[in-house]
């Protein structure tokens, strides 16, 4: 019997890495490229933020695919969403993790050179100013067409909603990895950091759920950098590889 356990041990120890073999069909990994069609998202020297997200959403489809994840996508190609439209798949049974994907903006121009970085956030309330105004932008656009959706409700889901916990460990083990990777190949790229902000994509979405502001389109170096292959290639990888983490440490946790 002892020597059952113990060889289980060892394979679940295998399993846990992360490495080739691992299998992830049972997975569903639900990516959402923020804004489209007529909503650009941030827009700075011809840089817009929906044609940047859905370029490195097209890379996560890919990276995913080939680690053996099933993948949707709620959008790829240039159309607007309303807001059921993004989160109604995440609510599927299989559906382990929503991710939405945008690019981050400020508005004082004497800024554009200083303000960069990326972060990663989950749904929560704060009193931070800084995130709840990235929030306000990103819920600015996100809200349109979505008439029957009271602000009260949505408001109401924000208090109570589900998943903080898991989000949270989400959200760090992205960031993590997005960092490593990007660190690794480029000087000077900044740590945002994980932080919890009122998103309200993420409000719908009943399974662990993060935004990724991938960099700071305002900031002449990150847009130059964003807009580049190898760039965005970097930043899904390390998505991946945050999402592989953190789904290995979940089945650890629930004990399979
Ligand atoms: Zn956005």
Redesign the pocket.
Known sequence: MTKIIAGLGALLVITGCGGPGVDRSDSLIVIDA??GGHDS??VCEGSK?KDVVLQITKKLYKEFKSEGYRVHLTRNSDKFLKLWQRTRIADHKDAKVFISI??NAIGNKNRFNEVEGVETYFLQKTRDERSQRIAAR?NA?VLQGTDKLSKDVIIDAVLNGPKIIQSHKLAIDVQHNIMKNLNGKYKGVKDGGVRPAPFYILVGASRPSILVEVGYITNPKERQRLSTSNYQEEIAEGIVEGVNRYLDNRKKEVGF
């Open positions: 923020g804004h998202g941030a933020e945008h690019a990103e656009s």
